[in-house]
């Protein structure tokens, strides 16, 4: 039986005889929007993923860019000039800007140079090691006096009043002069390299100051060589210290840890850091050198 509500929808629809059109084109118009909706949310999320992927690639890029710049700054040859300096038995070459008071007693020897400022910049670079050896094509000068074939790996202890223009240069004690050319020569032209300092045993730590005043001289420092950053701590804290160069290599802190074990938090010139616990016992004392059981390699 056709109710009274059935029988109003009929003449509605009878009115509106368009209506299944309407109600079609209504359909078509929501899912074309919808599917337009969707279209601007996936190209939206695809240009947040285009733009993800592409500052990834950037990023590695520039990582891929600054290791192959690292590699090269290992493994090219650079230009720069050499002489000699301090005696035949290198005694000379003691003090320097870069703090190492004595070669001979810090382990260095006369297997050191004191470097140009256009490569030992302000001392950033002391510790630094540096393969050398003689232009032996130059000339024939060079051919003559150059030892072919020959090169050393010195350590920049010091900086050399030379290169004041920017030249690269290397006074180079006599050892180690005569080790890559005869030493009439007097002056040469060389090529140089910055290598990875091969240091035996583990890093070194001289203790000088006072209970309010620590002044610390690291050396004997492998890898990259070239202390840039340092902190301190004692036993009785977790919090470390930061020094601040006092210069060369000699790294300060206004801290009180007498009586404490102490720790360092190193960091080189290349980024690398390390932390080195309880270099020092105790009852250290100032003046003397402490050694930790490692170092960079």
């Not at 056709?2 to 009115?15: G, M, N, Q, Y």
């Not at 005696?87 to 003090?95: H, L, P, V």
């Not at 072919?148 to 030379?162: F, G, H, L, R, Y």
Request: glycine share 8%; proline share 2%; charged share 15%.
């Amino acid at each position: 039986m056709e109710t009274k509500w059935s029988r109003l929808h009929r003449a509605w629809r009878k009115s509106t005889p368009h209506l299944d059109e309407y109600t079609q084109q209504l359909h078509v118009v929501i899912h074309s929007s919808m599917a337009h909706m969707r279209n601007i949310a996936a190209e939206r999320m695809a240009y947040i993923v285009i733009a993800t992927l592409l500052f990834i690639l950037i990023r590695v890029e520039l990582a891929e860019s600054s290791l192959q710049s690292y590699a090269v700054s290992r493994t090219t040859f650079g230009d720069a000039t050499a002489t000699f300096y301090g005696g035949n038995d290198a005694s000379g070459t003691a003090g320097g800007s870069c703090g190492y008071l004595n070669p001979f007693s810090t382990g260095y020897g006369a297997i050191t140079a004191a470097i140009s400022n256009s490569l030992l910049n302000n001392n950033l670079n002391c510790g630094a090691c540096f393969e050398v050896k003689c232009k032996y094509s130059a000339s024939d000068y060079t051919r003559k006096w150059c030892y072919q074939d020959k090169s050393v790996t010195i350590t920049a202890t010091n900086q050399s009043p030379q290169g004041l223009n920017g030249e690269h240069h290397f006074d180079l004690t006599y050892p180690m002069f005569t080790r890559i050319a005869n030493s009439i020569a007097g002056r040469i032209p060389v090529q140089y390299r910055r290598v990875s300092c091969r240091t035996k045993g583990g890093m070194k730590f001289t203790l000088n100051g006072n209970p309010y005043f620590n002044l610390v001289l690291v050396y004997n420092v492998g890898g990259a060589g070239n202390v840039y950053g340092m902190q301190m701590k004692g036993s009785r804290s977790t919090n470390w210290n930061a020094m601040s160069r006092n210069w060369g290599q000699n790294w300060q802190a206004m801290v009180k840890l007498t009586g404490q074990s102490i720790s360092f938090r190193v960091t080189l010139g290349n980024g690398r850091s390390k932390d080195f616990f309880n270099v020092a016992a105790s009852n250290w004392q100032f003046g003397q050198t402490y050694a930790a059981s490692s170092n960079f390699y």
